[in-house]
Protein backbone atom coordinates (compact mmCIF):
# COMPACT_ATOMS: atom_id res chain seq x y z
CA UNK A 1 0.00 0.00 0.00
CA UNK A 2 1.55 3.30 -1.04
CA UNK A 3 1.74 5.78 1.48
CA UNK A 4 -0.95 8.51 2.62
CA UNK A 5 -0.74 11.66 0.87
CA UNK A 6 -2.19 15.13 1.68
CA UNK A 7 -5.19 15.80 -0.82
CA UNK A 8 -5.36 19.53 0.05
CA UNK A 9 -5.72 21.18 -3.13
CA UNK A 10 -8.86 20.00 -3.74
CA UNK A 11 -10.45 20.91 -0.26
CA UNK A 12 -9.59 24.80 -0.96
CA UNK A 13 -13.37 26.73 -1.41
CA UNK A 14 -12.30 30.01 -3.29
CA UNK A 15 -14.66 32.62 -3.12
CA UNK A 16 -12.83 35.53 -6.08
CA UNK A 17 -15.58 38.48 -4.71
CA UNK A 18 -14.63 38.48 -0.97
CA UNK A 19 -10.69 37.89 -1.73
CA UNK A 20 -10.91 41.55 -3.93
CA UNK A 21 -12.97 43.24 -1.34
CA UNK A 22 -10.54 42.13 1.34
CA UNK A 23 -7.73 43.46 -0.76
CA UNK A 24 -9.15 46.60 -0.73
CA UNK A 25 -9.45 46.90 2.51
CA UNK A 26 -5.94 45.77 3.08
CA UNK A 27 -4.69 48.65 0.92
CA UNK A 28 -6.94 50.95 2.67
CA UNK A 29 -5.81 49.77 6.00
CA UNK A 30 -2.44 50.31 4.81
CA UNK A 31 -2.46 53.86 3.84
CA UNK A 32 -3.94 54.95 6.84
CA UNK A 33 -1.59 53.79 8.74
CA UNK A 34 0.88 55.78 6.86
CA UNK A 35 -0.99 58.69 7.40
CA UNK A 36 -1.99 58.39 10.85
CA UNK A 37 0.99 56.55 12.45
CA UNK A 38 1.89 53.90 14.43
CA UNK A 39 -1.10 53.96 16.65
CA UNK A 40 -2.96 51.64 13.75
CA UNK A 41 -0.13 49.20 13.51
CA UNK A 42 -1.91 46.90 15.32
CA UNK A 43 -5.30 46.91 13.19
CA UNK A 44 -3.45 46.87 10.01
CA UNK A 45 -1.48 44.19 10.86
CA UNK A 46 -4.90 42.16 11.75
CA UNK A 47 -6.47 42.80 8.17
CA UNK A 48 -3.54 42.27 6.64
CA UNK A 49 -3.67 38.54 8.01
CA UNK A 50 -6.95 38.09 6.85
CA UNK A 51 -6.33 39.34 2.96
CA UNK A 52 -3.01 36.75 2.84
CA UNK A 53 -5.62 33.88 3.50
CA UNK A 54 -8.18 35.16 1.01
CA UNK A 55 -5.49 36.63 -1.61
CA UNK A 56 -4.31 32.89 -1.76
CA UNK A 57 -7.36 31.34 -2.43
CA UNK A 58 -7.86 34.16 -4.86
CA UNK A 59 -4.36 33.61 -6.46
CA UNK A 60 -5.01 30.10 -7.07
CA UNK A 61 -7.00 28.15 -8.82
CA UNK A 62 -7.13 24.47 -9.03
CA UNK A 63 -7.69 21.62 -11.35
CA UNK A 64 -9.14 18.52 -11.23
CA UNK A 65 -6.91 15.08 -9.24
CA UNK A 66 -5.67 13.54 -11.89
CA UNK A 67 -6.81 10.34 -10.96
CA UNK A 68 -4.93 7.93 -12.89
CA UNK A 69 -1.60 9.08 -11.19
CA UNK A 70 -0.63 10.77 -7.32
CA UNK A 71 -0.18 13.99 -7.71
CA UNK A 72 -2.73 17.13 -8.10
CA UNK A 73 -2.01 19.93 -10.48
CA UNK A 74 -2.46 23.21 -9.78
CA UNK A 75 -2.28 25.99 -11.96
CA UNK A 76 -1.43 29.74 -11.65
CA UNK A 77 -3.98 32.49 -12.20
CA UNK A 78 -0.68 35.48 -12.09
CA UNK A 79 2.82 34.80 -12.32
CA UNK A 80 4.05 34.57 -8.51
CA UNK A 81 0.66 32.65 -7.18
CA UNK A 82 2.47 29.39 -7.42
CA UNK A 83 5.31 29.92 -4.51
CA UNK A 84 3.54 33.24 -2.80
CA UNK A 85 -0.10 31.51 -2.30
CA UNK A 86 0.85 28.06 -1.73
CA UNK A 87 2.91 28.82 1.34
CA UNK A 88 -0.24 31.33 2.19
CA UNK A 89 -2.53 28.45 1.88
CA UNK A 90 -0.30 26.17 3.84
CA UNK A 91 -0.75 28.49 6.97
CA UNK A 92 -4.21 29.59 6.32
CA UNK A 93 -6.59 26.04 5.53
CA UNK A 94 -7.66 24.37 8.17
CA UNK A 95 -6.09 20.78 8.32
CA UNK A 96 -7.46 18.74 4.91
CA UNK A 97 -8.32 15.49 4.66
CA UNK A 98 -5.80 12.92 3.82
CA UNK A 99 -5.97 9.66 1.78
CA UNK A 100 -4.85 6.61 0.58
CA UNK A 101 -3.86 6.87 -3.44
CA UNK A 102 -3.43 2.63 -3.79
CA UNK A 103 -2.35 0.74 -7.07
CA UNK A 104 -6.33 -0.56 -6.69
CA UNK A 105 -8.06 2.63 -5.74
CA UNK A 106 -7.77 6.08 -4.79
CA UNK A 107 -10.18 6.71 -0.98
CA UNK A 108 -10.72 9.84 1.00
CA UNK A 109 -13.58 10.22 3.12
CA UNK A 110 -13.69 13.74 5.38
CA UNK A 111 -16.45 15.30 7.70
CA UNK A 112 -18.07 18.34 7.48
CA UNK A 113 -17.73 19.18 11.56
CA UNK A 114 -14.30 18.77 13.19
CA UNK A 115 -16.01 18.82 16.77
CA UNK A 116 -16.39 15.52 18.77
CA UNK A 117 -20.03 14.25 19.32
CA UNK A 118 -21.70 16.50 16.88
CA UNK A 119 -23.85 16.31 13.63
CA UNK A 120 -21.62 15.83 10.56
CA UNK A 121 -21.90 15.54 6.99
CA UNK A 122 -19.37 12.97 5.02
CA UNK A 123 -17.52 14.00 1.83
CA UNK A 124 -16.83 10.43 0.03
CA UNK A 125 -14.74 10.01 -2.95
CA UNK A 126 -13.13 6.38 -4.68
CA UNK A 127 -11.64 5.74 -7.95
CA UNK A 128 -11.11 2.07 -8.23
CA UNK A 129 -8.46 1.65 -11.00
CA UNK A 130 -6.82 -1.67 -12.69
CA UNK A 131 -3.05 -2.17 -10.49
CA UNK A 132 -1.61 -3.01 -13.48
CA UNK A 133 -2.78 -0.34 -15.33
CA UNK A 134 -4.71 3.04 -13.86
CA UNK A 135 -6.15 3.87 -16.97
CA UNK A 136 -7.66 0.99 -18.09
CA UNK A 137 -11.17 -0.39 -16.75
CA UNK A 138 -10.85 -1.54 -13.18
CA UNK A 139 -12.28 -5.05 -11.94
CA UNK A 140 -16.10 -5.18 -11.25
CA UNK A 141 -16.38 -5.16 -7.84
CA UNK A 142 -18.35 -7.57 -5.83
CA UNK A 143 -18.33 -6.70 -2.07
CA UNK A 144 -17.11 -2.69 -1.06
CA UNK A 145 -16.92 -2.13 3.13
CA UNK A 146 -16.76 1.97 4.12
CA UNK A 147 -15.59 2.39 7.63
CA UNK A 148 -16.42 5.56 8.98
CA UNK A 149 -14.04 6.16 11.78
CA UNK A 150 -14.19 4.13 15.24
CA UNK A 151 -16.95 5.84 17.16
CA UNK A 152 -18.81 7.39 14.73
CA UNK A 153 -22.42 6.80 14.51
CA UNK A 154 -25.15 6.41 11.32
CA UNK A 155 -28.48 6.69 13.02
CA UNK A 156 -31.03 4.95 10.07
CA UNK A 157 -33.90 5.83 13.09
CA UNK A 158 -33.04 9.83 13.52
CA UNK A 159 -34.94 10.50 10.11
CA UNK A 160 -37.17 9.53 7.94
CA UNK A 161 -36.96 6.35 6.08
CA UNK A 162 -37.64 5.72 2.62
CA UNK A 163 -39.76 2.41 2.60
CA UNK A 164 -39.90 1.97 -1.81
CA UNK A 165 -39.23 -1.24 -3.27
CA UNK A 166 -37.03 -1.07 -6.31
CA UNK A 167 -39.90 -1.61 -8.68
CA UNK A 168 -41.26 1.46 -7.41
CA UNK A 169 -38.18 3.72 -7.23
CA UNK A 170 -37.89 2.96 -10.70
CA UNK A 171 -41.39 3.81 -11.67
CA UNK A 172 -41.45 6.76 -9.69
CA UNK A 173 -38.07 7.82 -9.26
CA UNK A 174 -37.09 9.82 -6.12
CA UNK A 175 -41.16 11.15 -5.58
CA UNK A 176 -42.33 7.14 -4.00
CA UNK A 177 -39.63 8.26 -1.30
CA UNK A 178 -41.11 9.53 2.04
CA UNK A 179 -40.27 13.36 2.50
CA UNK A 180 -37.14 14.26 4.87
CA UNK A 181 -35.71 10.84 3.90
CA UNK A 182 -33.24 12.21 1.33
CA UNK A 183 -29.95 12.63 2.93
CA UNK A 184 -27.50 13.53 0.09
CA UNK A 185 -26.74 13.35 -3.50
CA UNK A 186 -23.43 13.02 -5.71
CA UNK A 187 -22.36 10.73 -8.75
CA UNK A 188 -21.24 7.83 -9.86
CA UNK A 189 -18.93 6.91 -13.37
CA UNK A 190 -19.61 3.75 -14.71
CA UNK A 191 -16.69 2.27 -17.58
CA UNK A 192 -18.80 -0.16 -19.39
CA UNK A 193 -15.84 -1.02 -21.94
CA UNK A 194 -18.10 0.25 -24.83
CA UNK A 195 -15.73 2.78 -26.23
CA UNK A 196 -15.55 6.73 -26.47
CA UNK A 197 -19.65 6.60 -27.34
CA UNK A 198 -20.34 5.16 -23.78
CA UNK A 199 -17.86 5.51 -21.88
CA UNK A 200 -17.64 7.49 -19.06
CA UNK A 201 -21.07 6.62 -18.26
CA UNK A 202 -22.11 9.01 -15.88
CA UNK A 203 -25.33 9.39 -13.22
CA UNK A 204 -26.77 11.32 -11.08
CA UNK A 205 -27.30 9.95 -7.85
CA UNK A 206 -30.03 10.85 -5.16
CA UNK A 207 -29.29 9.31 -1.22
CA UNK A 208 -32.07 8.11 0.80
CA UNK A 209 -31.87 7.06 4.58
CA UNK A 210 -33.69 3.48 4.28
CA UNK A 211 -33.84 2.67 7.84
CA UNK A 212 -31.16 -0.12 8.25
CA UNK A 213 -29.66 0.91 4.63
CA UNK A 214 -28.44 3.50 2.12
CA UNK A 215 -30.52 3.93 -0.72
CA UNK A 216 -28.95 5.02 -4.10
CA UNK A 217 -31.06 6.59 -6.93
CA UNK A 218 -29.37 6.44 -10.05
CA UNK A 219 -30.30 8.89 -13.01
CA UNK A 220 -28.66 9.29 -16.35
CA UNK A 221 -26.86 12.36 -15.96
CA UNK A 222 -29.07 15.43 -17.77
CA UNK A 223 -32.08 13.83 -17.79
CA UNK A 224 -34.59 12.84 -14.91
CA UNK A 225 -34.86 8.91 -15.53
CA UNK A 226 -34.59 6.79 -12.88
CA UNK A 227 -32.03 3.80 -14.58
CA UNK A 228 -31.45 1.83 -11.36
CA UNK A 229 -31.30 1.45 -7.60
CA UNK A 230 -28.33 0.73 -4.63
CA UNK A 231 -28.58 -0.22 -1.30
CA UNK A 232 -25.60 0.13 1.03
CA UNK A 233 -26.85 -1.47 4.35
CA UNK A 234 -25.95 -0.34 7.66
CA UNK A 235 -23.80 -3.16 8.85
CA UNK A 236 -22.48 -1.66 11.75
CA UNK A 237 -23.06 1.89 13.69
CA UNK A 238 -20.14 3.10 11.41
CA UNK A 239 -20.38 0.66 8.41
CA UNK A 240 -21.67 0.67 4.96
CA UNK A 241 -21.55 -2.47 3.57
CA UNK A 242 -22.90 -3.27 -0.34
CA UNK A 243 -22.67 -6.45 -2.83
CA UNK A 244 -23.60 -4.67 -6.11
CA UNK A 245 -25.37 -6.93 -8.83
CA UNK A 246 -23.04 -7.41 -12.11
CA UNK A 247 -24.01 -4.52 -14.61
CA UNK A 248 -23.82 -5.54 -18.55
CA UNK A 249 -21.23 -4.29 -20.36
CA UNK A 250 -17.95 -4.64 -23.09
CA UNK A 251 -15.28 -6.54 -23.04
CA UNK A 252 -12.75 -7.80 -21.56
CA UNK A 253 -15.44 -9.36 -18.93
CA UNK A 254 -18.58 -8.25 -21.14
CA UNK A 255 -19.54 -6.53 -17.24
CA UNK A 256 -19.17 -2.37 -16.47
CA UNK A 257 -17.14 -1.59 -13.45
CA UNK A 258 -17.44 1.10 -11.21
CA UNK A 259 -14.72 3.88 -12.11
CA UNK A 260 -15.59 6.29 -9.76
CA UNK A 261 -17.62 7.50 -6.76
CA UNK A 262 -18.41 11.31 -5.54
CA UNK A 263 -21.19 11.54 -2.85
CA UNK A 264 -22.07 14.41 -0.54
CA UNK A 265 -24.25 13.21 2.90
CA UNK A 266 -25.67 16.08 4.55
CA UNK A 267 -25.59 16.98 8.27
CA UNK A 268 -28.80 16.20 8.51
CA UNK A 269 -31.18 16.10 11.82
CA UNK A 270 -34.61 14.33 12.16
CA UNK A 271 -37.57 15.66 13.82
CA UNK A 272 -36.88 14.76 16.97
CA UNK A 273 -33.19 16.89 16.38
CA UNK A 274 -31.21 13.47 16.37
CA UNK A 275 -28.66 13.20 13.99
CA UNK A 276 -28.11 11.50 10.94
CA UNK A 277 -24.40 10.72 11.63
CA UNK A 278 -22.55 12.00 14.39
CA UNK A 279 -18.81 12.53 15.03
CA UNK A 280 -16.55 10.57 17.34
CA UNK A 281 -16.54 11.08 21.36
CA UNK A 282 -13.36 11.78 21.17
CA UNK A 283 -10.59 13.38 19.35
CA UNK A 284 -6.90 11.43 19.12
CA UNK A 285 -3.73 12.96 20.16
CA UNK A 286 -3.27 12.41 16.80
CA UNK A 287 -6.06 14.92 15.89
CA UNK A 288 -7.30 12.85 12.80
CA UNK A 289 -10.35 10.28 12.93
CA UNK A 290 -9.34 7.58 10.19
CA UNK A 291 -11.61 5.54 8.26
CA UNK A 292 -11.07 2.39 5.45
CA UNK A 293 -11.98 1.36 2.67
CA UNK A 294 -11.79 -2.47 1.63
CA UNK A 295 -13.11 -4.15 -1.41
CA UNK A 296 -13.28 -7.58 -2.91
CA UNK A 297 -13.10 -7.34 -7.12
CA UNK A 298 -14.21 -10.27 -9.61
CA UNK A 299 -10.95 -11.48 -10.64
CA UNK A 300 -10.98 -12.25 -6.62
CA UNK A 301 -8.67 -10.03 -5.16
CA UNK A 302 -9.53 -7.85 -2.22
CA UNK A 303 -7.53 -4.55 -1.68
CA UNK A 304 -7.54 -2.12 1.00
CA UNK A 305 -7.46 1.90 2.24
CA UNK A 306 -7.18 4.35 4.21
CA UNK A 307 -7.76 7.98 4.78
CA UNK A 308 -8.36 10.09 7.42
CA UNK A 309 -10.34 13.52 8.76
CA UNK A 310 -8.99 16.06 11.14
CA UNK A 311 -10.76 16.72 14.25
CA UNK A 312 -10.25 18.94 17.10
CA UNK A 313 -8.46 17.37 20.26
CA UNK A 314 -9.75 18.22 23.47
CA UNK A 315 -7.73 16.85 26.85
CA UNK A 316 -9.72 14.75 28.77
CA UNK A 317 -10.31 17.23 32.21
CA UNK A 318 -9.35 15.28 35.55
CA UNK A 319 -11.42 15.63 38.46
CA UNK A 320 -10.70 14.66 42.00
CA UNK A 321 -12.57 14.60 45.41
CA UNK A 322 -9.95 14.51 48.74
CA UNK A 323 -11.05 13.14 51.93
CA UNK A 324 -10.92 14.68 54.90
CA UNK A 325 -10.77 18.21 53.48
CA UNK A 326 -10.10 19.88 56.78
CA UNK A 327 -7.49 18.86 59.15
CA UNK A 328 -6.07 19.79 62.19
CA UNK A 329 -2.17 21.42 62.01
CA UNK A 330 0.71 19.24 63.64
CA UNK A 331 -1.88 15.91 63.45
CA UNK A 332 -0.77 13.37 60.76
CA UNK A 333 -3.40 12.94 58.60
CA UNK A 334 -4.04 9.80 55.99
CA UNK A 335 -5.37 11.27 52.87
CA UNK A 336 -7.69 9.40 50.32
CA UNK A 337 -7.81 10.78 46.60
CA UNK A 338 -9.58 9.45 44.51
CA UNK A 339 -9.30 11.18 40.86
CA UNK A 340 -12.22 10.55 37.54
CA UNK A 341 -12.08 11.33 34.05
CA UNK A 342 -13.98 10.69 30.53
CA UNK A 343 -10.35 9.17 29.81
CA UNK A 344 -9.73 6.28 31.76
CA UNK A 345 -6.27 6.72 30.82
CA UNK A 346 -5.88 10.09 32.96
CA UNK A 347 -6.66 8.41 35.80
CA UNK A 348 -3.98 5.62 35.42
CA UNK A 349 -0.59 6.93 36.61
CA UNK A 350 -1.18 10.50 36.89
CA UNK A 351 0.74 12.36 39.56
CA UNK A 352 -0.52 13.58 42.26
CA UNK A 353 1.14 16.38 44.63
CA UNK A 354 -0.67 17.59 48.07
CA UNK A 355 1.29 20.74 49.56
CA UNK A 356 4.99 20.04 50.12
CA UNK A 357 4.69 16.02 50.84
CA UNK A 358 6.39 13.88 48.20
CA UNK A 359 4.06 13.43 44.76
CA UNK A 360 2.78 10.03 44.43
CA UNK A 361 1.06 8.17 41.47
CA UNK A 362 -2.41 6.65 41.25
CA UNK A 363 -2.64 3.02 41.18
CA UNK A 364 -5.59 1.67 37.96
CA UNK A 365 -7.83 2.50 39.67
CA UNK A 366 -7.37 6.22 40.18
CA UNK A 367 -7.27 5.95 43.93
CA UNK A 368 -3.80 7.68 45.74
CA UNK A 369 -3.26 7.31 49.55
CA UNK A 370 -1.35 9.87 51.17
CA UNK A 371 -0.01 10.66 54.58
CA UNK A 372 0.59 13.97 55.74
CA UNK A 373 1.42 16.13 58.68
CA UNK A 374 0.91 19.89 58.31
CA UNK A 375 2.61 22.43 60.40
CA UNK A 376 0.96 25.48 60.44
CA UNK A 377 -2.66 26.81 59.72
CA UNK A 378 -3.74 28.10 56.46
CA UNK A 379 -4.34 26.34 52.68
CA UNK A 380 -2.88 23.12 51.27
CA UNK A 381 -3.16 22.58 47.27
CA UNK A 382 -3.55 19.30 46.06
CA UNK A 383 -2.48 19.20 41.73
CA UNK A 384 -3.56 15.83 39.63
CA UNK A 385 -1.22 16.07 36.61
CA UNK A 386 -1.09 13.29 33.29
CA UNK A 387 0.28 13.92 29.89
CA UNK A 388 -2.28 14.71 27.51
CA UNK A 389 -4.95 15.44 30.29
CA UNK A 390 -6.07 18.69 31.77
CA UNK A 391 -5.00 18.38 35.36
CA UNK A 392 -7.39 18.76 38.42
CA UNK A 393 -6.91 21.58 41.51
CA UNK A 394 -8.09 21.64 44.82
CA UNK A 395 -7.40 22.98 48.14
CA UNK A 396 -7.96 21.65 51.87
CA UNK A 397 -7.88 23.47 54.71
CA UNK A 398 -5.43 23.46 58.06
CA UNK A 399 -6.97 24.53 61.35
CA UNK A 400 -5.22 25.50 64.08
CA UNK A 401 -4.84 23.07 66.76
CA UNK A 402 -6.75 25.38 69.05
CA UNK A 403 -9.90 25.59 66.80
CA UNK A 404 -11.12 22.34 65.69
CA UNK A 405 -13.24 21.87 63.11
CA UNK A 406 -16.68 20.66 63.59
CA UNK A 407 -17.97 21.32 60.41
CA UNK A 408 -18.44 18.52 57.72
CA UNK A 409 -15.84 16.40 56.30
CA UNK A 410 -17.91 15.54 52.79
CA UNK A 411 -16.05 15.59 49.72
CA UNK A 412 -16.78 17.87 47.14
CA UNK A 413 -15.44 17.62 43.88
CA UNK A 414 -13.45 20.06 41.82
CA UNK A 415 -12.49 20.20 38.08
CA UNK A 416 -9.21 22.21 37.56
Excluded at 13 to 39: I, K
Excluded at 124 to 141: C, E, G, R, T
Excluded at 242 to 247: I, S
Aim: charged share 20%; with cysteine.
Amino acid sequence: MAPCRQLDAPTVTLDHQLAEEADVEHEQSVMGYQRRGAENDRRVRGVTRQSRCRRAASDISLLDQIEGGDDVRVRPASRGAISIGTAALALCVAPPTWGDSTPAANFTLGFSSQRPHTVTGVALHIYFKDPSDPNAKPSPQRKVVIELPAGARIDGAAVPACAASDPQLIAEGPAACAPGSQVGDGTLTLFTGGGPLFDPFIDDVKLFNGGRELIEVFNKQGNNITTATGRRSYSDAHTLTETPAPQPGGPPNGESAVRSIDYQLNAARGPSGRAFITTPSSCPTSGRWSSRLTFTTADGHTYTAQASTPCRFAPAQLQATITPRRVTAARRTRFRIQLRSADPRCTRGAVVRLGGATPVRSDGHGTVAILARFVSAGTRRLTATHPGCRPARLFIRVLDRAHRSRGSTRAPRFAG
